[in-house]
């Protein structure tokens, strides 16, 4: 056993090495494609595949800025030669809006619950994933030989977080595909100078931008690895060494930025001729801080760089301000720094964590020499993490994937030079490798849901974890096979991506249950105050973490209830007869919302009164019959049901009282002064 980590690969053994390398390449695509095969869409995908489409159909790049375009390009290759059906813009329309609505339209008229195009241009993502595989197995190889490279590759390949998102059309793997690739090409650059190698780390830094608007944290990763060159390069060469990097780096930057640029078709303008963009950069940027407005304002006055990455860029951080967290079954009302290390802790395999623990062993302890490559290694996931850790935006372990990649081929390192050392450390490193393999297969196909055993498992996940750590509406498959096996039940259905997505294409027809996105978006049927049949919640809604306080989560009465089966380990059904008081009243609350964007103030009046009567209390129920009373101009009873609103919110955790009581109280405001 220690000679298979030692063995390098020699003349008459190279076949071997490959094969090996290319039947785990092989395992990973045919396990993320199973698996795909199976799950209907999540949240985020019918808006990229939406605006993927458009980009190359009508070169509109203002319906989805907020991700560059190279994911959405490449994921809709496949369908190009399709004559397909397009929905009308919708004019005047929020982008995000706009994307979600229209892409939900477009892939149910063209697709339905067939999911033949949404398989095929999730299997054009899944290039990405083997790209991400490739390029982890290369890098490791490089800086630590050739056992940790197939190490790496084969913890990379069995991994649960990458392959649960894989082959989906989102973001995630092609960021951390493109920062691989990036911090290999540069790391090539530094060792050996040459016009080739600085133009691969020019197009690798492009290709990052192009995919995600983290990957403008290469910016930083770049400046640490020059700064440990010139810090470890012999007193001589520190100033060649300084100066060659630096005229690199600035290299680099113009080079990725051409590329960026080229995505976008070196055009300026969001959206084509003819076609109003639904915000401006400035207008979009007036919430951030004064400094960081100006200069996003300045870069887009002098047209540095498109006009929709850079509303992309203002929509990350606008996203990240309050952003409601789930953690350990406490809902926060905004992000928490501890959030990611616990993430880590729960979805990433024991096998993994122990490897990692013996490769800061080995490091340690001076075992593991390769300082240069070891600093590669571990500076870049570093400040990634520590980004991650400060951002308010705590919804998922995909955000981290970047971070994994890097910890793969860390943890490859210290497991190739302990086993190399004799048979005991051979016999264990293989364990925990073997280890990390099964964790992972005996959560598939189910792998978004991974929790390791220490916490619970996939079981255990959604009590401690929620969004896409368990629940990104991936299920709807899984609930019509149980909806065709009760044909005769009534149900009731809170789908936590709905109304972006809607389970009716997928012929489920349970009753709609309101849910945070329904109360903007609409989707949500009226439900009476109690309900009898069979109540399906899947685990998004069933936290409550998208609500800023887990007081106003109208399905909090179900959590201590032990459901009666278990849907993919994020939908949970109770069967019986159940009071929904605050389910009915928010129900009533957002349909007459809906009635006043109708304009409408009479149906609207009437159902925020049924709302109040039902729960008085409920702040959601208060509001609407403010707002209702204030359109059919009743001052005094649209006064008196924002007061009361207000005192609910006074009741909530301090924290969350601010996303509620300002706009209460300017409401109140503008009614007193006649601008209402």
Not at 61 to 72: A, D, F, T
Not at 487 to 501: H, K, L, N, V
């Amino acid at each position: 056993m220690r000679d298979l980590y030692n063995r390098p690969v020699t003349n008459h053994r190279p076949k071997y090495f490959w094969l090996t390398a290319a039947v785990l390449l092989v395992i990973q695509a045919a396990l993320a494609l199973t698996m795909v095969h199976r799950e209907s869409l999540t949240f985020d995908e019918d808006d990229h595949m939406f605006a993927g489409y458009r980009m190359w159909k009508a070169a509109d790049y203002g319906l989805n800025p907020e991700h560059p375009p190279l994911v959405k390009l490449l994921a809709t290759v496949p369908i190009l030669s399709d004559n397909l059906w397009v929905p009308l813009p919708l004019n005047h329309r929020f982008f995000k809006s706009e994307a979600y609505l229209n892409g939900r339209d477009w892939l149910a008229r063209n697709d339905g619950d067939r999911q033949h195009l949404v398989f095929k241009m999730r299997a054009s993502a899944e290039l990405l994933a083997i790209g991400l595989c490739l390029l982890v197995f290369l890098a490791a190889r490089e800086w630590f030989g050739d056992a940790a490279g197939l190490i790496a590759l084969t913890l990379v390949v069995f991994d649960p977080n990458v392959l649960a998102h894989s082959a989906l059309v989102t973001t995630d793997i092609g960021v951390s595909c493109f920062f691989v690739a990036a911090i290999w090409a540069f790391y090539r650059f530094a060792v050996r100078p040459t016009l080739i190698r600085l133009l691969l780390a020019g197009l690798a830094t492009g290709l990052l931008l192009a995919t995600k608007h983290s990957g403008i944290l290469i910016g930083p990763m770049f400046v640490s690895l020059i700064a440990w060159e010139v810090f470890t390069a012999p007193g001589a060469e520190r100033k060649r060494t300084a100066l060659r990097l630096t005229g690199g780096f600035f290299a680099i930057v113009v080079l990725s930025v051409c590329v960026l640029w080229a995505f976008y078709g070196f055009r300026y303008t969001a959206r084509p001729a003819g076609m109003a963009f639904s915000t401006s950069v400035a207008q979009y940027a007036a919430p951030l801080p004064h400094f960081e407005s100006a200069s996003v304002v300045a870069v887009s006055r002098l047209h540095l760089l498109p006009e929709s990455y850079l509303v992309g860029l203002v929509d990350v951080k606008l996203a990240s301000v309050d952003y409601p967290t789930f953690l350990l079954g406490k809902v926060y009302p905004h992000g928490q720094w501890d959030y990611f290390p616990f993430v880590i802790l729960i979805k990433t395999t024991l096998g993994l964590l122990l490897l990692l623990v013996l490769a800061a062993f080995a490091t340690v302890t001076g075992k593991l020499t390769r300082r240069r490559e070891l600093f590669y290694a571990l500076a870049p996931p570093a400040l990634y993490l520590a980004v991650a850790m400060m951002s308010g935006m705590n919804i998922g372990v995909r955000h981290l994937l970047p971070m994994y990649a890097f910890a793969i081929i860390f943890a490859a390192a210290g497991a190739a030079t302990l086993a190399g050392m004799n048979r005991r450390w051979a016999i264990l490193c293989s364990a925990l490798i073997v280890a990390h393999i099964v964790s992972s297969l005996l959560a598939f196909p189910n792998e978004i849901a991974y929790a390791n055993e220490a916490w619970g498992g996939p079981q255990n996940v959604h009590t401690l974890l929620s969004d896409a750590n368990v629940d990104w509406g991936q299920q709807l498959f899984q609930v019509k096979q149980w909806q065709d096996s009760h044909p005769d039940q009534e149900c009731w259905f809170a789908y936590f991506a709905r109304p972006e997505i809607d389970p009716g294409v997928y012929g489920i027809r349970c009753h709609a249950l309101p849910t945070l996105d329904t109360q903007f978006l609409g989707g949500a049927e009226v439900i009476p105050p109690s309900i009898t049949g069979a109540v399906l919640i899947s685990a998004g809604d069933l936290s409550g973490c998208e609500w800023p306080s887990a007081q106003v989560n109208p399905y909090r009465s179900f959590q201590p209830l032990h459901p009666d089966l278990t849907i993919d380990d994020s939908v949970f059904v109770y069967q019986g007869t159940f009071a929904a008081p605050e389910i009915s009243a928010i129900s009533r609350a957002q349909q007459s919302q809906t009635f006043l964007e109708q304009k409408q103030p009479g149906p609207a009046l009437v159902l925020a009164r049924e709302a109040v009567a039902i729960a008085p209390e409920n702040l959601f129920a208060e509001t609407a019959l403010g707002d209702a009373a204030a359109a059919v101009g009743d001052k005094q009873l649209a006064e008196t049901a924002w007061q009361a609103a207000i005192q609910v919110a006074q009741h909530l955790e301090p924290g969350a009282q601010p996303s509620y009581i300002p706009d209460l109280e300017s409401r109140i405001k503008r009614l007193s002064s006649g601008n209402n």
